[in-house]
T-cell receptor
Framework: KQEVTQIPAALSVPEGENLVLNCSFT??????LQWFRQDPGKGLTSLLLIQSSQREQTSGRLNASLDKSSGRSTLYIAASQPGDSATYLC??????????FGPGTRLSVLP | GAVVSQHPSWVICKSGTSVKIECRSLDFQATTMFWYRQFPKQSLMLMATSNEGSKATYEQGVEKDKFLINHASLTLSTLTVTSAHPEDSSFYIC?????????????FGEGSRLTVL
């Protein structure tokens, strides 16, 4: 059964810093991996989707990488801004199993 | 990206009443939709998978008679919390798969916060 973990659980950085969020999964048999953002009391917003055949995806200041063999994905946020403050979740789309979500990383970007 | 609309955003009800939450895919057809529950400061917990035209598949521990799911069309799934009790108070989120299962991206509704008095 797939298990997804995220490190760190919480992160606080000053504005302008580059930062990396980590996602690990135990079963490499995945269709894809997706990163989401959730603002307090809101639904999830899809940030990046990485297909299993891909190694990375980029959107603006965000870059996500995927290493299936090691069961890891990272979300890189460049030049962080206070508006980036949110909880970031990764989720795997798994063979024979539904999406499995990590517990999330709560990010605070201080002005 | 694709848009999923969820309604209502907030609902307060008395204990013992039933509440219906709608999840609509606005600009794409979704044969599969998912319903989640989220407790404060915790990640999403999958409740059930809703398939258009067939019965929903519930996760272990989720009462199907308590949480009724109907997916009557390719753009609408509903979750009805029957005989709601205070312990059912939670944040409920739906999502829909775009592009076919296993290859598509998952899009989420805005969530519905249920408070049962």
């Amino acid at each position: 059964k797939q298990e997804v973990t995220q490190i760190p659980a919480a992160l606080s950085v000053p504005e302008g810093e580059n930062l990396v969020l980590n996602c690990s999964f135990t079963d490499s048999a995945i269709y894809n991996l997706q990163w989401f953002r959730q603002d307090p009391g809101k639904g999830l917003t899809s940030l990046l989707l990485i297909q299993s055949s891909q190694r990375e995806q980029t959107s603006g200041r965000l870059n996500a990488s995927l290493d299936k063999s090691s069961g890891r994905s990272t979300l890189y946020i460049a030049a962080s801004q206070p508006g980036d403050s949110a909880t970031y979740l990764c989720a795997t789309d798994n063979y024979g199993q539904n999406f499995v979500f990590g517990p999330g990383t709560r990010l605070s970007v201080l002005p | 990206g694709a848009v999923v609309s969820q309604h209502p955003s907030w609902v307060i009800c008395k204990s013992g009443t039933s509440v219906k939450i709608e999840c609509r895919s606005l600009d794409f057809q979704a044969t599969t939709m998912f319903w989640y529950r989220q407790f404060p400061k915790q990640s999403l917990m999958l409740m059930a998978t809703s398939n258009e035209g067939s019965k929903a598949t519930y996760e272990q521990g989720v009462e199907k008679d308590k949480f009724l799911i109907n997916h009557a069309s390719l753009t609408l799934s509903t979750l009805t919390v029957t005989s709601a009790h205070p312990e059912d108070s939670s944040f409920y989120i739906c999502s829909a798969m775009g592009g076919g299962y296993g290859t598509g991206e998952l899009f989420f509704g805005e969530g519905s916060r249920l408070t049962v008095l």
